[in-house]
Each structure stands twice: as structure tokens, then as C-alpha cells.
């Protein structure tokens, strides 16, 4: 997988933790611009391994998303990672369509980036730097068929709903610039919970995750994902907005559980 081990930790912990979902208010309660900010911590086994900012606009149908990513605690020690992530894009009924996404980041003094374009509904190009290594028997490979329909990291975690219950309940299709896989969204509870900018009700729901191609055929970690992780997040509603936002999820992993944390979940005003 093309993200270097700080920025994959955050990808994958809102990724795979129920794909992150941001969900978009629909266009009647879209009428004018309005942007919406989240930052997040992602902790391993208690610890502070990552932090995460998001600034995302959205204006009618139109989004756009702005992240930064930086390594944290212990994890600076080991890997001092820092980046950057923007996706651009439109929703097509309840789905987002999105148009680019773009990870740049620098991680032991290396320069890298995922630069993704789609046309059409489906992946129209992939850039990645440095170039993957060449693939051995065991890789299972993409092709077409498998990136029609395909969403980047960031626009995975796009999705419009009319109301909380119906948050969970879909198959979301993410592509990485290597990983195809399958997030699948279920109802698992009711709650509420209180951050900085919120205090109200929560919706969770647990994911499953499926590699579809672009991986190597019986590597642990994703195995781990497949058949044992339980992959927990919890949403909440942005003011009145109609929209919801990822608040609180957990990973687990065969090394151990991932946790991300929203410290701040408002509105820009």
C-alpha cells in the first residue's frame, strides 16, 4: 500500500474504521456554502501515534476536502510522517463522484505522493511515488472492472442520508491507488456523546472489511481485517446541517486496537 506508515495509520483508521464517513446534508439543506471542521487523534493501545485536521466545503452538490496529517508521541520517534490530502468531487444522487484526490507527505525525509483522477464513474488514472515494487505471484491484481464505481480514501467517507438510521446499511467501494476494497456498513447502536462544538446524539456502526484486488494474496494484517478485526465508529449529526461526521471508532488489529478520537466536531460559523 502506497501511504508510509503514520499517514496509513490515519487513512486506515478512518477508512477502515466505517470508511469516516462525512455525511453530506442533501441539496435542500445545502442551499448556500458551508464548511465544517474536525480534528481528530489516533491512538495505538492508549497512546497518541497520530493527529488529524479535516476542513471540508460543501456548495450544492460540489465538495471539497483539505486534511493534514502529522505523526505523534512515541511515533516521531520512529517515523517523524507529515502530509497532506485534498479531494475534490460532486455527489451523484446519494453517492459522491469524485474528480481527484491527492496525498502528498514526506516521511523519514522522503518525499511520496498518490495522485488519483477519475472521468466517468470510474478510475481514469493512478500516480504514485515512488514507484510500488514489482509484484510477485502471489499479488492479486487489479483490472477494470474493479475500479468502476470506485471511490478514493476521502470520498469514501462521503455519503448522503436523510437521517440517522440510515447512516449505516451500504457497501462502500474505496480505492487507495493500490488497495480495492469493500466497506461494509451496518447498524450496531444508539447513543449520545459530548466533544468540543457537540454534545447530542450518536449513531455506530460496525464495519466489514473485504479486500477486493491490489493486495498480496495471504498477507496477516489484512487477513486479520477480514476474518477477526471488529471495526466499530460512531457518527454525529453537525448542527442542523443534515450532515454527520465521524466522532469516535476503533480498529482492531493483530498488534493491537486502534482508536480515533474527534477533540473537536463543529460547524464554521
Request: glycine letters at 8%.
Amino acid at each position: 500500500m502506497p501511504f508510509p506508515p503514520a499517514i496509513r495509520l490515519a487513512a486506515t483508521a478512518f477508512v477502515l474504521s466505517a470508511s469516516g464517513v462525512l455525511t453530506a446534508a442533501s441539496p435542500a439543506q445545502a442551499a448556500s456554502p458551508q464548511t465544517f471542521h474536525g480534528d481528530y487523534t489516533i491512538s495505538y493501545l492508549g497512546l497518541p501515534v497520530a493527529r488529524a485536521s479535516f476542513q471540508s466545503r460543501y456548495d450544492g452538490d460540489d465538495y471539497s476536502i483539505d486534511g493534514s496529517v502529522t505523526s505523534a508521541g512515541l511515533a516521531r520517534i520512529f517515523d517523524d510522517t507529515k502530509g497532506t490530502l485534498r479531494a475534490v468531487g460532486q455527489f451523484s444522487g446519494d453517492s459522491p463522484a469524485p474528480s481527484s484526490f491527492r496525498a502528498d507527505y514526506v516521511s523519514a525525509k522522503k518525499p511520496s505522493l498518490v495522485d488519483i483522477r477519475f472521468a466517468n464513474g470510474t478510475v481514469a488514472s493512478t500516480q504514485v511515488k515512488p514507484a510500488p515494487k514489482k509484484r510477485g505471484s502471489d499479488w492479486i491484481g487489479l483490472d477494470a472492472a474493479h475500479l468502476r464505481r470506485a471511490v478514493d480514501p476521502i470520498a469514501a467517507t462521503l455519503v448522503r442520508a436523510d437521517s440517522p438510521d440510515k447512516v449505516c446499511g451500504r457497501t462502500v467501494k474505496m480505492y487507495d491507488g493500490e488497495l480495492r476494497a469493500d466497506l461494509r456498513l451496518s447498524f450496531a447502536s444508539s447513543g449520545a456523546t459530548s466533544v468540543k462544538g457537540y454534545k447530542g446524539p450518536t449513531v455506530t456502526c460496525r464495519m466489514n472489511f473485504q479486500p477486493v484486488a491490489g493486495y498480496r494474496k495471504g498477507k496477516k494484517a489484512l487477513d486479520y481485517l477480514k476474518n477477526r478485526s471488529r471495526i466499530m465508529v460512531t457518527f454525529a449529526p453537525v448542527g442542523e446541517t443534515g450532515v454527520y461526521a465521524p466522532i469516535y471508532a476503533t480498529v482492531g488489529t493483530q498488534i493491537g486496537t486502534i482508536t480515533v478520537s474527534a477533540h473537536r466536531f463543529e460547524a464554521a460559523r
